[in-house]
């Protein structure tokens, strides 16, 4: 991939985004750094001797319980479908297919809110302002997930994110005509044509989704819809 390459060498973890073990009650082992992902992630020990990771909500501590089940408590750690859910639920890791595992909702700091039912879909509201349906039978964990001071991190200098594998991003505008169609020009030009990408592709803002888009139609008003008040 353009711009990715050397960086430090990482293992990596195995983590559960289906939690579909159901009603067995988990113990959290500890909490973890993971280098593949913004979001700590918690080792728990189910009450049968297995183990397995899962993405740390904010306020799961050592010692907590947590379990995955058709109606559990509102607690931050327990999974549940949304058929067994209150709406207003913040929830995160949240599945789009019912047993694909979470798909939305990942990152550090991330959570949507269960605003409601309709039919057989549970429609929930996204950080970016998307308001979207998913069946009710998907899956999603109560609360938000942790870290969400990784926003605010100050890498401090070039090497950190050398070290995470990122590269420099060199200018098309300072590149020749060879290298890219923003290239040459004698002194310094702006590109003289609308942005583009080193292959010709429109860049900045140019929408890419396929209007046929199967799950387009379950999203109720887009992130893109004028916020009110603005």
Same mark, same amino acid.
């Given at each position: 991939?353009?711009? =990715?390459?050397?960086?430090?060498?990482?293992?990596?973890?195995?983590?559960?985004?289906? =939690?579909?073990?159901?009603?067995?009650?988990?113990?959290?082992?500890?909490?973890?750094?993971?280098?593949?992902?913004?979001?700590?992630?918690?080792?728990?020990?189910?009450?049968?001797?297995?183990?397995?990771?899962?993405?740390?909500?904010?306020?799961?501590?050592? /010692?907590?319980?947590?379990?995955?089940?058709?109606?559990?408590?509102?607690?931050?750690?327990?999974?549940?479908?949304?058929? /067994?859910?209150?709406?207003?639920?913040?929830?995160?890791?949240?599945?789009?297919?019912?047993?694909? @595992?979470?798909?939305?909702?990942?990152?550090?700091?991330?959570?949507?809110?269960?605003?409601?039912?309709? @039919?057989?879909?549970?429609?929930?509201?996204?950080?970016? @302002?998307?308001?979207?349906?998913? =069946?009710?039978?998907?899956?999603?964990?109560?609360?938000?997930?942790?870290?969400?001071?990784?926003?605010?991190?100050?890498? /401090?200098?070039?090497?950190?994110?050398?070290?995470?594998?990122?590269?420099?991003?060199?200018?098309?505008?300072?590149?020749?005509?060879?290298?890219?169609?923003?290239?040459?020009?004698? @002194?310094?030009?702006?590109?003289?044509?609308?942005?583009?990408?080193?292959?010709?592709?429109?860049?900045?803002?140019?929408?890419?989704?396929?209007?046929?888009?199967?799950?387009?139609?379950?999203?109720?008003?887009?992130?893109?819809?004028?916020?009110?008040?603005?």
């Amino acid at each position: 991939m353009r711009r =990715r390459g050397g960086g430090a060498k990482r293992l990596y973890r195995i983590v559960d985004f289906k =939690r579909n073990k159901f009603d067995v009650a988990a113990t959290v082992e500890r909490i973890e750094y993971d280098p593949n992902r913004t979001a700590f992630i918690a080792l728990i020990k189910y009450d049968d001797g297995e183990q397995a990771y899962i993405l740390a909500p904010q306020r799961l501590a050592v /010692g907590d319980k947590v379990v995955a089940s058709a109606k559990a408590d509102i607690k931050p750690g327990n999974a549940m479908p949304f058929s /067994g859910m209150p709406i207003g639920t913040i929830v995160h890791n949240i599945e789009l297919k019912q047993g694909k @595992g979470g798909q939305i909702a990942r990152a550090a700091g991330t959570y949507a809110q269960f605003v409601g039912r309709d @039919g057989g879909y549970a429609q929930i509201r996204l950080s970016s @302002g998307e308001l979207r349906m998913v =069946r009710q039978e998907c899956m999603a964990t109560v609360g938000a997930v942790s870290n969400p001071d990784n926003s605010n991190q100050n890498l /401090g200098k070039a090497g950190r994110n050398r070290h995470k594998g990122i590269r420099p991003s060199v200018r098309g505008v300072v590149m020749n005509p060879v290298d890219h169609p923003h290239g040459g020009g004698e @002194g310094r030009t702006s590109g003289g044509r609308h942005p583009v990408s080193p292959w010709g592709k429109p860049t900045k803002g140019a929408r890419t989704r396929n209007k046929n888009k199967a799950s387009s139609r379950l999203i109720v008003r887009s992130r893109h819809a004028k916020k009110k008040g603005r």
